[in-house]
């Protein structure tokens, strides 16, 4: 691989992250109003990220990308009095967004930028992310390589790129010169990878030795931290190991059901298993929370105990399985037409090569399998939620049919289905991811003092999640006819106000640029000339 070298025995499943090329860099920006001297958001419905209900009319006074103001101004049903208003100056930017709600910035804690594989360019990438609100992610991995992602980090902040707030997240040897292969060698890296700007590290395992002396040295230094729990060595590494040693959160569920294991010690895999077979991978994956202590069962609440004690971070990344439940729901959702890329479709469609395209032959069994799967995650991720434990929000977008932006409305709807109230969803997507990456001092709600990233749309997010996907839900209009309402309408990121519409309609450019240099019109499904 181009300037990686990665120690531990499942190199080949790391290559879809660390990918042999990078892709083609995001340009300046050309799009966006502000930051202004003063921005004034009159009249807005306010879901300020904490868990409070939604309160209006509000009106909230940005000064740069700073918020100075909330200020309730009326009630509902009633008309404004302009003398309890913030008075706006001659200059200042005023937006009247009555009826609007406004919420903060969306954060994706698992936001693979693409690779060359997907043939994805950032510009895409990034605006998919915008246009429904997302201002932050954490990029685990950091598979353009570290610079390219530190690179785009840094036009991020000066806002020189349009691109949410990117913290960069390598893998453990990212850019080592030889294997790791104890502690000393994995303090050395960890204080490498420091120097060279990385924000944190993502784990997929290695030998114990050298993932708790990884893990303690990378929290000595203030640095956070990500593991996918791989089955090359989870059995002798598993989610308690790692929140012990001081991870800080998990991404996916690999490892919590091994965790919970009290009549075996591995999982039970098939005999002729092999983990380069990725429809055995996910195939067996299927069956393993089975194979975990029942819910609220001793074992299963003394392990939930331990990772609450620990102020453990589950990322549960629900929606990017979700095609193993429902293969033709992932696969014809509606948004793939216009806005997923040629190269992109191709990546998905069934490969023993692509990561996450392991549809040799998934059957009805399977999606069964994987729907109990999913009623086992779902009640440890909704109680851990219950018992005071943080959850956030992950799209992983880029792999099995999930689209970046579009992947993470359907992240929150599946925390819907977990049983989460929607202003619980909504901390999770904000608050929570921003006290995770440590950053909530400036990130994650809509208060006094932090920076002003918002999410902006017409419909009430609340009682309807599918009004923030860039598609808007389906409603019928006075004249029997059908009609898409919602959709993002402006995201604010560090106070420079974005068409979310305009965003997505740069997408469908750039898809059917693509499609035409290819002469490729339709997305075609595996197997069928139609």
Sequence with gaps: MKNHLIPTLFVL????????????????????????????????????????????????VVEKNIIKEVRVVGYPGLDIKEERRPVAGPNDKVMDLEGHYLLPGFIDMHGHIGGAGQGTPAEYV??????????????????????????????SLKNTITAPRIFAYTVLGQNADKPITNAEEAKAWVNQNKERGADGIKFFGAKP?????????????????????????????????????????????????????????????????????????????????????????????????????????????????????????????????????????????PSRESHGSYWFDWTTDDEIQWKENYRLWMTFVN????????VTTGSDSGFIYQLYGFAYIRELELFREAGFHPLEIFRSATLWGAEALGVDKELGSVEVGKIAD???????????????????AIRIGDDNEPYRAGGVKYTVKDGIV??????????????NQHKARE???????PGLDW
């Design 13 to 60: 499943f790391l290559i879809p992250f660390l990918s042999l090329g990078q892709v083609m860099p995001s340009p300046d920006r050309a799009e966006g109003e502000g930051p202004y001297d003063k921005l004034i958001i009159r009249g807005v419905t306010l879901v300020d990220g904490t868990g409070a209900p939604p309160i209006g009319p509000v009106d909230i």
């Design 209 to 349: 030795e050298v993932m708790q002396a990884a893990l303690e040295e990378n929290k000595r230094l203030g640095l956070r931290s990500a593991m996918h729990h791989a089955q090359m060595d989870v059995a002798r590494w598993n989610v308690l190991h790692s929140a012990r040693a001081g991870l800080t959160s998990m991404e996916h569920w690999y490892g919590l059901p091994e965790a919970l294991f009290e009549d075996r010690t591995i999982q039970d895999y098939r005999l002729d298993y092999n983990y380069q077979n990725e429809q055995h991978r996910f195939g067996e994956a299927g069956k393993l929370w089975k194979q975990a202590a029942p819910p609220y069962s001793d074992h299963w609440n003394k392990v939930m105990q331990e990772l609450l004690d620990l102020d453990f971070t589950l990322d549960p990344t629900f929606n990017i399985y979700e095609a193993n439940r429902d293969l033709m729901r992932a696969r014809t959702a509606e948004w793939h037409d216009e806005y997923t890329l040629p190269s992109l479709w191709r990546f998905y469609k």
């Design 454 to 472: 918002f999410v902006i749309l017409e419909e009430n997010p609340l009682q309807n999640f599918k009004v923030l996907y860039g598609t808007g």
């Design 126 to 155: 990034f605006k998919l992310w915008m246009a429904h609100g997302i201002t932050t992610i954490r990029e685990p991995a950091a598979g353009n390589g570290l610079d390219w992602v530190l690179e785009h980090k840094e036009k």
């Design 519 to 525: 002469e490729s019109r339709k997305n075609k499904q």
């Design 383 to 390: 109680e851990y939620k219950n018992r005071g434990g943080r």
């Design 498 to 511: 974005y068409d979310a519409k305009q965003m997505l309609e740069d997408v469908r450019t750039i898809v």
